[in-house]
T-cell receptor
Framework: ETGVTQSPTHLIKTRGQQVTLRCSSQ?????VSWYQQALGQGPQFIFQ???????GRGNFPPRFSGLQFPNYSSELNVNALELDDSALYLC???????????FGSGTRLTVV | RKEVEQDPGPFNVPEGATVAFNCTYS??????FFWYRQDCRKEPKLLMS???SGNEDGRFTAQLNRASQYISLLIRDSKLSDSATYLC?????????FGAGTRLTVKP
């Protein structure tokens, strides 16, 4: 069984640029969420997708957007990058609403 | 008030000690509850689910008190390998909210 995989593992971008992060969910999981984790903090919920529709969103501005594809893989897009966007971005998937999430190993984004 | 609040820590304990972590949550509509473990520079990994009846997995015991909106994790006979950050997680219908985590260091 393949777990959650994310790409790339590391990324350096310049302020104002746009970035796309990718995630393949675990087999059999139809729900994907994205989290931002700054150093020393717990993961902060960005949004959740269920069957290609966003059905939950945290306190992040509209420049954070996403997609989920028919195979349940997902993308996180961030426009107009700011220095404070530097963080570990975690993708997680689960098979249903009351299950725990399985996390990918994350993408470490640095904005300079 | 934060949605999920945990003991600030850090906890530094000797091997073999018993350590307890506490967590409170603010949203009474929360549906399910979990403890995750996160090692340094790694992703969170599910440790265990938490039920009102209490549940045990080896040296780990988790408890939920819905009336008090309180969750606990007890680790008995702690091992060096238990050193990690422990994250309390509360699940609403369409998102999961994490506490900031409590750092545990188990020393020889």
């Amino acid at each position: 069984e393949t777990g959650v995989t994310q790409s790339p593992t590391h990324l350096i971008k310049t302020r104002g640029q746009q970035v796309t992060l990718r995630c393949s969910s675990q087999s059999g999981h139809n729900t994907v969420s994205w989290y931002q984790q700054a150093l020393g903090q717990g993961p902060q919920f960005i949004f959740q997708y269920y069957r290609e529709e966003e059905n939950g969103r945290g306190n992040f501005p509209p420049r954070f957007s996403g997609l989920q594809f028919p195979n349940y893989s997902s993308e996180l897009n961030v426009n107009a990058l700011e220095l404070d966007d530097s963080a570990l971005y975690l993708c997680a998937s689960r098979p249903g609403p009351n299950y725990g999430y399985t996390f990918g190993s994350g993408t470490r984004l640095t904005v300079v | 008030r934060k949605e999920v609040e945990q003991d600030p820590g850090p906890f530094n304990v000797p091997e073999g000690a018993t350590v307890a972590f506490n967590c409170t949550y603010s949203n009474s509509a929360s549906q399910s509850f979990f403890w995750y473990r996160q090692d340094c520079r790694k992703e969170p990994k599910l440790l265990m689910s938490v039920y009102s009846s209490g549940n045990e997995d080896g040296r780990f015991t988790a408890q939920l008190n819905r009336a008090s909106q309180y969750i606990s994790l007890l680790i008995r006979d702690s091992k060096l390998s238990d050193s990690a950050t422990y994250l309390c997680v509360v699940n609403l219908a369409n998102d999961m909210r994490f506490g900031a985590g409590t750092r545990l260091t188990v020393k020889p």
